[in-house]
């Protein structure tokens, strides 16, 4: 199981030493990626060259053009919403292949429904997580649903790989763990502490090794 910690504020870049031999990916939150643009990439990269980035570009349209802004500044993950066209899924997945990245589905305009993905719906070329969290301004509004944990089952049954956001930190930890994702994605549980190493630290320690090894490894 893969820890990623999400930064979405400038100051959360100066967290990036602490994070080092720690997380196994960096999230370049969509709010930092609009402010900075492709620097907070490269900064990342610069910090922690040895941790793969996840940009959150959650891209609708326009998808060659941003994957080839992202890949090339170094990220090795992009998102791209579900609800965006065949079209765009595939220009992007094509891009990541030709730059060894890969792509994760975000179904954050489908929280909360019984099902996340149409059922025939298969991962385009370069795809390799499906994205499955709450909306943080719904949970900022008081919503606390775990539907978003609860629907992770659903989608390993359908054979996807799992990338779990939203609320998540040393509270919810446990029935976090209980479903398996793939990729555990913490924000503020992380970067809003006066420890930041500390907590990612002991919320690693807890992570089971699944040992499916990286997506983009070329065997």
Request: net charge negative; glycine share 10%.
């Amino acid at each position: 199981m893969l820890l990623q910690v999400a930064l979405d504020k400038p100051e959360h870049l100066g967290i990036l030493p602490a994070l080092r031999g720690i997380a196994d990916i960096i999230e370049i939150g969509t709010p930092l990626l609009k402010r900075f643009g492709i620097a907070a990439i490269t900064t990342s990269r610069e910090i922690c060259p040895d941790i793969p980035v996840l940009a959150d570009t959650k891209t609708v349209d326009g998808g060659s053009f941003e994957a080839n802004m992202v890949f090339s500044a170094g990220a090795t993950f992009m998102t791209v919403l579900s609800c965006a066209s065949l079209a765009t899924h595939e220009t992007v997945g094509k891009c990541a292949t030709n730059f060894g990245g890969s792509v994760i589905i975000d179904t954050i305009t489908e929280s909360g429904k019984p099902l996340l993905l149409p059922q025939d719906f298969a991962l385009p070329e370069g795809f390799a997580y499906v994205a499955v969290h709450s909306p943080t301004d719904a949970r900022l509004a008081g919503d606390n649903s775990t539907s978003h944990i609860d629907a992770v089952a659903a989608m390993h049954a359908r054979g996807f790989r799992v990338s779990l956001a939203g609320g998540i930190g040393p509270a919810t930890l446990e029935s976090v763990l209980a479903v398996k994702p793939e990729i555990l994605v913490v924000g503020g549980a992380i970067t809003e502490n006066e420890n930041p190493g500390k907590v990612a630290t002991w919320i690693k320690e807890r992570l089971p090794e699944q040992g499916l090894g990286w997506p983009w490894d070329k065997k």
